[in-house]
């Protein structure tokens, strides 16, 4: 865990939540509050989608504090994008964190995924090139 002044990094924040998952101790991400006028309200949205994998996170008006454990109590889930791209693929990084942590197939549905192709179009394949498994329903 940690703490991390996210003024200047405000498109890093859904990434930094995923990571954030898999730590142990807290991880707070402070100055955030340009994130909830992104696609999305991206504190509320990763507060609402993350704890649907058993993360305990609490939001406040312009941070958000992830409790990690390692990861160890995390569980496939289905969420959704809110077509909101960086929450995409910090599911989807989440989702192949469970899924390799488990060391199975962890079945994880996120819905409307597809936005993804606005800032990264290969990210499905290039993902796949490191082994991990996605299918598109």
């Known amino acids: 865990g940690g703490s991390f002044n996210c003024s200047d990094i405000p498109d890093a924040v859904p990434v930094l939540a995923a990571i954030a998952c898999f730590a142990e101790g807290n ?18 949205v990763i507060a609402q989608e993350t704890s649907a994998f058993g993360i305990d996170i609490t939001e406040g008006k312009d941070w958000l504090c992830i ?30 964190g469970i899924a390799a942590a488990k ?4 079945h994880t ?17 290039d993902f796949k090139s490191i082994g991990m498994q996605f299918s598109i329903n």
């Open 67 to 96: 409790k990690g454990c390692g990861g160890s109590n995390l569980h496939p889930a289905q969420v959704q994008s809110h077509n909101d791209h960086r929450i995409a693929m910090m599911l989807a990084v989440i989702a192949c």
């Open 27 to 44: 991880t707070v991400l402070h100055h955030a509050g340009v994130c909830r006028f992104k696609e999305c309200d991206r504190l509320h």
């Open 109 to 125: 549905c996120i819905q409307d995924f597809e936005c993804v192709e606005v800032s990264y179009p290969s990210f499905i394949e």
């Open 103 to 106: 060391q199975t197939a962890a």
